[in-house]
């Protein structure tokens, strides 16, 4: 990944948070002829005995669930808003261009966890994204039969997280006069992202 050291986000805890606001992650692996393999799945991320966890389910027999079975190393990358950043707003404008944005890359091994791990699981996706004490597609809500035979088509994982780096690449790199035109170019765009980007430079350096 591009991790030059002024894009690495050295506070820890503020990582973690970055990775709670944007669960649905990108999973990649590879099988026993390391064929890769990908998906998307909502997880969580936990803390126990100074250790991080992620946390979620994925359906059976497919590549991504058949690949982990043989080989459990795993890379989960969550990503945020990301904006162009055009060199023609630099003081020294004859310079490539380049992107801004926020990503975290998280690598350890998955495990496969038992059918309790599944119910605990499914009960706290469904609720957490709910939101919502009423909603009728709580957990609590679904038959018994409708959730067994959910679980017999899906699997729950636990992955130990052995390295977690965010890159946040937020203009760090540039003078104060190019950075404060950036934040203005990016927060006067239609673009949602690029306002939002916006946003976090101006918190970042003020």
């Given at each position: 990944?591009?991790?030059?050291?002024?894009?690495?986000?050295?506070?820890?805890?503020?990582?973690?948070?970055?990775v709670?606001?944007?669960?649905?992650?990108?999973?990649?692996?590879?099988?026993?002829?390391?064929?890769?393999?990908?998906?998307?799945?909502?997880?969580?991320?936990?803390?126990?005995?100074?250790?991080?966890?992620?946390?979620?389910?994925?359906?059976?027999?497919?590549?991504?669930?058949?690949?982990?079975?043989?080989?459990?190393?795993?890379?989960?990358?969550?990503?945020?808003?990301?904006?162009?950043?055009?060199?023609?707003?630099?003081?020294?404008?004859?310079?490539a261009?380049?992107?801004?944005?926020?990503?975290?890359?998280?690598?350890?091994?998955?495990?496969?966890?038992?059918?309790?791990?599944?119910?605990?699981?499914?009960?706290?996706?469904?609720?957490?994204?709910?939101?919502?004490?009423?909603?009728?597609?709580?957990?609590?809500?679904?038959?018994?039969?409708?959730?067994?035979?959910?679980?017999?088509?899906?699997?729950?994982?636990?992955?130990?997280?052995?390295?977690?780096?965010?890159?946040?690449?937020?203009?760090?790199?540039?003078?104060?006069?190019?950075?404060?035109?950036i934040?203005?170019?990016?927060?006067?765009?239609?673009?949602?992202?690029?306002?939002?980007?916006?946003?976090?430079?101006?918190?970042?350096?003020?």
């Amino acid at each position: 990944m591009y991790n030059l050291a002024h894009f690495v986000e050295k506070d820890e805890a503020k990582v973690r948070e970055f990775v709670r606001a944007h669960p649905f992650a990108f999973i990649t692996g590879s099988d026993a002829q390391h064929w890769p393999v990908a998906t998307q799945i909502p997880v969580f991320i936990d803390e126990r005995e100074g250790k991080i966890f992620l946390s979620g389910h994925m359906m059976k027999q497919t590549d991504h669930h058949l690949a982990f079975l043989q080989n459990p190393n795993a890379l989960v990358v969550f990503t945020g808003a990301h904006t162009y950043v055009s060199a023609s707003w630099y003081k020294d404008q004859k310079q490539a261009s380049t992107w801004n944005y926020m990503s975290v890359h998280a690598k350890g091994r998955l495990q496969f966890q038992d059918e309790q791990a599944l119910l605990d699981i499914l009960k706290r996706t469904t609720n957490y994204f709910e939101n919502n004490p009423h909603s009728p597609s709580l957990f609590e809500q679904l038959s018994d039969d409708y959730v067994h035979r959910l679980a017999k088509a899906i699997v729950a994982f636990e992955i130990e997280v052995l390295e977690m780096v965010g890159i946040f690449k937020l203009s760090q790199n540039r003078d104060d006069a190019s950075y404060r035109n950036i934040v203005e170019k990016l927060g006067s765009k239609e673009d949602t992202d690029a306002n939002e980007i916006a946003a976090i430079m101006q918190s970042r350096r003020k």
